[in-house]
């Protein structure tokens, strides 16, 4: 499995972006990323030239859209291009089934975001009756995102779904519309691509999107292992009855990447804190030098576990990393 640092959440001229695509993506480049989403508001015309700029820049270019409405702003991957224009509050499955219909994904963007007047639109009022047809949530947007206060709703709301046995992945968005040397360090959304990662494809994107196969950070890569019933399963896979109630988790904090030359991590040490629908389950302390942890765990009553990494963030305490969950069938 290769994890790929994605930004899914981007806008050009061809919305209200500043910068060009090539230009976008030339930073990209620069910051280390693989690939992006373009998602322009309620257009795909900024796609046209996505051939030329990938070849030019080495940055994977997904076909993506802003769905952007009174009612909220909802983000459609790896299709060109979905009608939304009748689509109104309570109806808004339609419009999703659709997107699935031709193999894309939908992700809720900015859904705890301050709404109209001062942005139209971009607090979430959609009624979903069926949360199981959300592919993904935006729970982490803008630059430096766990000090953003819209975001800790997002966050809990994602957890409260998956209590509730809903398996939504969750993503950070940058929401990026101009770049500048003083702009804040963004997160990132790691993608579990399998195969080849020199040319990566639209569907094994949206594919690692549907699956849940994502680590969400300001820099470290974090990655679990679960050994049960003698095999492994990772971030997004389904453990099955069968492997039995007790199992060896092993996780690993991976060298983070520079993010335009900001250095993210500033503490000495980070806590692994192991959490799930039972609550905390145990923590651990990673440093440079000692990045991996291991802990033999009961999966009794578990549904679902993800891994957080906590600590400095700059001068604050935040967490800096979260891995998607690793969920278990029911018993």
């Known amino acids: 499995m290769n994890w790929l640092p994605f930004e899914l959440h981007t806008h050009t001229p061809h919305s209200d972006g500043i910068h060009t695509l090539h230009d976008m993506c030339r930073k990209a480049a620069e910051l280390g990323l693989r690939g992006i989403a373009l998602t322009d508001h309620n257009t795909t015309s900024g796609l046209a030239d996505a051939a030329r700029v990938t070849d030019e820049t080495g940055i994977c270019i997904v076909p993506g859209m802003e769905w952007t409405t009174f009612y909220g702003h909802m983000l459609t991957l790896g299709v060109p291009y979905c009608e939304w224009r009748d689509l ?100 990132f959304t790691y993608l579990g691509i399998a195969g080849d990662d020199r040319a ?33 399963y990772g971030i997004g896979d389904v453990v099955p009855q069968a492997a039995g109630e007790s199992a060896e988790l092993s996780i690993q904090v991976h060298t983070p990447f520079r993010t335009g030359g900001h250095q993210l991590l500033q503490g000495p040490s980070y806590t692994l804190i192991v ?46 990393a979260f891995t998607n969950p690793l969920y278990f069938e029911a018993r």
């Open 275 to 320: 959490e799930s629908n039972l609550g905390e389950l145990c923590r651990g302390t990673v440093t440079e030098s000692e990045s991996a942890f291991s802990q033999t765990i009961s999966s009794e009553g578990l549904t679902w576990l993800r891994v957080r990494l906590h600590g400095l963030l700059g001068m604050a305490l935040a967490d800096v």
């Open 200 to 232: 990566v494809p639209t569907e094994a994107v949206v594919e690692a999107i549907r699956s849940g196969r994502i680590c969400v950070s300001m820099g470290p890569l974090v990655t679990l292992e679960l050994r049960a019933g003698g095999q492994t």
């Open 88 to 187: 109104g509050p309570k109806d808004i499955l339609k419009g999703i089934d659709r997107v699935h219909r031709q193999g894309g994904v939908v992700g809720i963007a900015h859904p705890f975001s301050m709404g109209s007047p001062i942005c139209t639109g971009c607090h979430w009022k959609y009624d979903i009756r069926d949360w199981h047809q959300i592919d993904y949530m935006e729970v982490w947007h803008e630059t430096l995102p766990p000090l953003r206060n819209h975001n800790a709703p997002a966050f809990e709301q994602w957890t409260n779904l998956l209590n509730q046995g809903v398996r939504i992945a969750a993503t950070a968005g940058r929401d990026w519309h101009h770049s500048s040397e003083n702009s804040d360090p963004p997160a």
